[in-house]
Every structure is written in C-alpha cells, then in structure tokens.
C-alpha cells in the first residue's frame, strides 16, 4: 500500500484512475472506499464538492465512539482546514487541484499544565505550589469583583477535581478532570460544548485515590508513544496512556499497595510512597520512560499514623514532609540511594494547612511547624541532614518564594518580623492558592474575618471570599466574589490563553484572559 500527495512533495496528479491523496493497494485500488492512514481511517463525505474527508474510525480499526463529535476528532488529529472542507493531516495538497493544504492547526500557545500547581514552577526544585506560567492579566481588561468572569466552562460531573491541559497526538491542548477519590476522568469536548466521561478500554476502572484533597499530586511523562500520566491510588502508582479517539485511556499499576505519599519525577524516575496491609512502608520507582516497575526501598521507623504532605525535590534529595518528620530518599557519594525517615524533635509537628514549604533565596526548604516546647510556630529545615530550626512570631501563608502575613504580601523568610507597622487590628486574610515563578503573581482567595488564622481554615462554614490576583507590578487585582466552604481548596489553572479558578460548589469554571 502506497500513500501519494499525502506527504508527497508534489501537487496531485492522476494514477490508476485515482488522484494522488489516496491510499491505494499495489494494485491501484482504493482500500474498500477508505483511506487507510497513520492519522486513522479516513473517507470522502458523501456528495460533497469539493472534497471534504471525515475520520470514520481510528489507525487500528476502532469505531469512533458515538459521543465524540467529528469537530472534536478532527483537533484531535490534527486535521487540515481549508475553505471548510476538511482533510487528513497525512494530505500535504488538494487531490481535486494540486493546491498546498495549509499545516494544521494547534489551538494553544500554553504548554502542558499537571495538576494541582501547573509544572512544578523551577527546574531545581519541584514539588511546591509554583508554576512557570506567567499570571499577567490583559493590560486592557477591566477587573472587579463584581463583573462577571471573562470566560466560563461548564462544571465536570459533581466531584472535586484536578485539572490537566495535555497535548493530543495533534499538538492541540485539550482539558481533561480528574475526581481522583472515585477515579473519574471526564474530557472536555470543544465543539460540543460538554465534558465526556473516559472509560478505561481494557475493562475495569481507575482505582481511587486516598490521598486527602491537599496532598494529592501527580505527574507525566512521554516518549514516541505518546503521554503517560502517574497517579497515585490505593492499588499503587496508576501509570495511565490516553486513548483520545476512543475516549478512553489504558492504566497499568505499579506496586499495588496504598499510596500515602504522591509520586513525583526525579532523576528520571517516578517516586511515591506506598505502605503495606501489615503497616510497612517503602518506596516505589516506576521508569518515566517505559512506565515499567523500578526498584523499591524498605524504610523503617515510621508510625502507623503518620500523614505525608506532597513531596518536593532538589537536586539530591526527595522529601515528603509528614505530621512527625519526613521521609527522604538522597542520593550518595558513591551514586547508591538510600531512603530514611527523620522524625521532628518530641513536641513538634508540622503545619501542613499554611500551605506549601518555603523556599528560601539561598535555596534552602523549610516546613512551617508548631513547637509545643517553645509555644511558638516554628519553621525546621526539611533538605537538610542537621537539624536546623527558626522561631516565628507568628504563621505564613506561603506558596514557595512569596509568603504572606495575615494579608500582607512579605519578602522576608517567615521567621522575621517586618520593622515596622503592626497587622493586630488586622481583619483581612489573604490565602495564597498558586505563584508564578516567571512573574512573582499570586492567585489566591481574600476572606474579611476576626476569627484569626488557623480557626478560618480549619472551619468548615461558608464564607464569602475575593478571588484576587496579587504582583509586584499591581499590588491586587480584585476577581470574582464567591460564597462557598473553603474557598482556599479552589483549584486554578491555565489554560487555552486564560487563568481559570475551580470550585466544586460554583456554577462554573471562571476564567480570566492572559497577556500573550
């Protein structure tokens, strides 16, 4: 079988009867009405003039399935547009008249966003609530916490979900949803307007997820077949493939135990934790390049009851700070990696709900904590083997570099007090929810209380919050006004050209235009 005009170098021309553009047998005849391509199975629609071709099935023979519009399966394969007819990324000409087909067409500028915080925001360090996305509003656009949002997108199916934008074999960006708790994976259909729920094609399911809402992370990797997601679930590290035009996805598992804490990639591998049935915990790697099963690591002396928060990395070292210490899997001098669990002095446990450690200018990571022996927050050095610890006069807020005071905006490390003024009357939070490493904005909700810090979040009423966006260029940009329960456990991200903010109790995603 022999493609012609498809990635020829020359316009159409005629053969067998057949204008080049076809796929032909050796002997010169169209394949049952079908043109049989790497792209999928294609055919010419049925009385149109000019030629329009439409994508009938998938490269291996799959029917599509009957809720994915043909719009959407042609972005999804990359189709080429031209004077509203429609034709197989494969066709570099018009087979009618030899004219050059212009190259398809890939709807986003933005890169891959993975959940909860985007890219992990610095090559050398991972893991916070960073991301290296720009969050520069349109210098045109009007902003108040009264308008209306800019854009809207329907909800998913109800569930609390995770948002990843991901490229298609096409290039394009498509926006998928994850309720990682039941493991549902809905797909948002551009031309159709609605979210698509993906069905694992091999039989069974995505297992669930147990992590609590604030630990929870993924990640991703590709090679030549494509993209692989890891997520972690109460049957180990899911490695799961997209399946775009079945609407589906293929998940294999690594490990098969409970993963108490997420994975994350380092040194080409991806790490999670997993504990066993009788309480014993070790470390999983998985190969990011293959999905297939790497080593384990047996650590010991961790308590049946402690709770590991999302892992971040630096160059040497993976950390996944818990209640009572942290676990950390290091590289040695000889290359071997060894994996231990520190625990904190007696009387000290960290403070996982003042968000993320803080990163400090020296690149040092530090976990907020309170100290019983000292009656005082205190922040303990988390990458480092001695045990180094700072007092604080009182809680930060922080999101990786920036940290905020009650609902100011601070430069300082979260152990020194700013010389002057004082925030005591201060009836304001601002919570950070994700910093852009490119710009220093910060998203995040501001919520008007007298409750003080740590009983607003660990309330769970409804309380009315400003979505606002925070830089150093525009000291607030006031957003959208919502009144929900923990506002703080929004999720936002970017995607096509737009930063979105995700509630499971609003009546929509909400969404604000990007500077180009």
């Given at each position: 079988?022999?493609?012609?005009?498809?990635?020829?170098?020359?316009?159409?021309?005629?053969?067998?009867?057949?204008?080049?553009?076809?796929?032909?047998?050796?002997?010169?005849?169209?394949?049952?009405?079908?043109?049989?391509?790497?792209?999928?199975?294609?055919?010419?629609?049925?009385?149109?003039?000019?030629a329009s071709?439409?994508?009938?099935?998938?490269?291996?023979?799959?029917?599509?399935?009957?809720?994915l519009?043909?719009?959407?399966?042609?972005?999804?394969?990359?189709?080429?547009?031209?004077?509203?007819c429609?034709?197989?990324?494969?066709?570099?000409?018009?087979?009618?008249d030899?004219?050059?087909?212009?190259?398809?067409?890939?709807?986003?500028?933005?890169?891959?966003?993975?959940?909860?915080?985007?890219?992990?925001?610095?090559?050398?360090?991972?893991?916070?609530?960073?991301?290296?996305s720009?969050?520069?509003?349109?210098?045109?656009?009007?902003?108040s916490?009264?308008?209306?949002?800019?854009?809207?997108?329907?909800?998913?199916?109800?569930?609390?979900?995770?948002?990843f934008?991901?490229?298609?074999?096409?290039?394009?960006?498509?926006?998928?949803?994850?309720?990682?708790?039941?493991?549902?994976?809905?797909l948002?259909?551009?031309?159709?307007?609605?979210?698509a729920?993906?069905?694992q094609?091999?039989?069974?399911?995505?297992?669930?997820?147990?992590?609590?809402h604030?630990?929870?992370?993924?990640?991703?990797a590709?090679?030549?077949?494509?993209?692989?997601?890891?997520?972690?679930?109460?049957?180990?590290?899911?490695?799961?493939?997209?399946?775009?035009?079945?609407?589906?996805?293929?998940?294999?598992?690594?490990?098969?135990?409970?993963?108490?804490?997420?994975?994350?990639?380092?040194?080409?591998?991806?790490?999670?934790?997993?504990?066993d049935?009788?309480?014993?915990?070790?470390?999983?790697?998985?190969?990011?390049?293959?999905g297939?099963?790497?080593?384990?690591?047996?650590?010991?002396?961790?308590?049946?009851?402690?709770r590991?928060?999302?892992?971040?990395?630096?160059?040497?070292?993976?950390i996944?700070?818990?209640?009572?210490?942290?676990?950390?899997?290091?590289?040695?001098?000889?290359?071997?990696?060894?994996?231990h669990?520190?625990?904190?002095?007696?009387?000290?446990?960290?403070?996982?709900?003042?968000?993320?450690?803080?990163?400090?200018r020296?690149?040092?990571?530090?976990?907020?904590?309170?100290s019983?022996?000292?009656?005082s927050h205190?922040?303990?050095?988390?990458?480092?083997?001695?045990?180094?610890q700072r007092?604080?006069?009182?809680?930060?807020?922080?999101?990786?570099?920036?940290?905020?005071?009650?609902?100011?905006?601070?430069?300082?490390?979260?152990?020194?007090?700013?010389?002057?003024?004082?925030?005591?009357?201060?009836?304001?939070?601002?919570?950070?929810i994700?910093?852009?490493?490119v710009?220093?904005?910060?998203?995040?909700?501001?919520?008007?209380?007298?409750?003080g810090?740590e009983?607003?979040?660990?309330?769970?009423?409804?309380?009315?919050?400003?979505?606002?966006?925070?830089?150093?260029?525009?000291?607030?940009?006031?957003?959208?006004?919502?009144?929900?329960?923990?506002?703080w456990?929004?999720?936002?991200?970017?995607?096509?050209?737009?930063?979105?903010?995700?509630?499971?109790e609003?009546?929509?995603?909400?969404g604000?235009?990007?500077?180009?």
């Amino acid at each position: 079988m022999s493609l012609g005009g498809g990635d020829g170098d020359s316009p159409a021309r005629e053969t067998s009867g057949f204008q080049v553009g076809v796929c032909v047998n050796e002997s010169g005849g169209v394949l049952d009405g079908f043109w049989d391509l790497p792209s999928g199975r294609w055919a010419k629609a049925l009385g149109s003039a000019p030629a329009s071709y439409f994508l009938a099935a998938t490269h291996d023979g799959h029917l599509l399935p009957s809720a994915l519009a043909q719009q959407d399966a042609l972005r999804l394969v990359g189709a080429r547009q031209l004077e509203g007819c429609s034709f197989p990324p494969e066709f570099r000409f018009h087979p009618n008249d030899g004219r050059a087909l212009p190259p398809p067409t890939v709807a986003s500028t933005h890169g891959v966003w993975l959940p909860p915080f985007g890219d992990g925001g610095d090559e050398a360090v991972r893991g916070l609530r960073r991301t290296r996305s720009a969050l520069t509003l349109r210098p045109t656009g009007v902003y108040s916490e009264s308008n209306d949002p800019e854009r809207t997108l329907p909800l998913p199916p109800p569930g609390r979900h995770e948002f990843f934008a991901l490229p298609s074999a096409s290039g394009s960006r498509e926006l998928l949803a994850l309720d990682a708790a039941p493991g549902v994976l809905p797909l948002w259909l551009t031309a159709a307007g609605r979210w698509a729920a993906l069905e694992q094609v091999d039989g069974g399911f995505l297992a669930d997820s147990p992590l609590p809402h604030e630990a929870w992370r993924c990640e991703v990797a590709r090679d030549t077949t494509g993209l692989r997601l890891f997520l972690p679930t109460s049957h180990g590290i899911a490695c799961l493939q997209l399946d775009w035009l079945r609407l589906g996805y293929h998940v294999d598992y690594i490990g098969d135990d409970v993963c108490c804490g997420a994975p994350i990639l380092w040194r080409e591998e991806i790490w999670a934790v997993l504990r066993d049935a009788r309480g014993g915990v070790r470390l999983q790697a998985a190969t990011a390049a293959s999905g297939l099963a790497g080593g384990t690591l047996e650590v010991t002396g961790v308590e049946a009851e402690e709770r590991f928060a999302a892992p971040v990395c630096v160059r040497r070292q993976v950390i996944w700070p818990g209640v009572r210490g942290r676990l950390v899997l290091e590289v040695q001098a000889n290359g071997s990696l060894a994996a231990h669990y520190r625990p904190w002095p007696a009387g000290v446990s960290s403070k996982f709900g003042f968000g993320a450690p803080y990163l400090a200018r020296e690149g040092q990571l530090w976990q907020a904590c309170w100290s019983e022996h000292d009656e005082s927050h205190a922040y303990l050095r988390l990458d480092g083997r001695d045990l180094e610890q700072r007092l604080a006069s009182a809680p930060r807020l922080c999101t990786g570099q920036i940290n905020y005071r009650l609902a100011a905006r601070m430069k300082l490390p979260p152990w020194d007090d700013p010389e002057h003024g004082s925030d005591a009357d201060s009836r304001a939070l601002f919570i950070p929810i994700l910093e852009s490493a490119v710009d220093a904005g910060v998203l995040g909700v501001r919520i008007d209380t007298t409750n003080g810090l740590e009983a607003t979040l660990e309330s769970g009423e409804r309380v009315r919050a400003v979505v606002e966006l925070h830089s150093d260029r525009r000291l607030e940009t006031r957003l959208y006004t919502l009144n929900v329960s923990t506002p703080w456990q929004g999720r936002a991200f970017v995607y096509d050209n737009a930063l979105w903010f995700y509630h499971p109790e609003l009546k929509s995603v909400v969404g604000w235009e990007l500077e180009q």
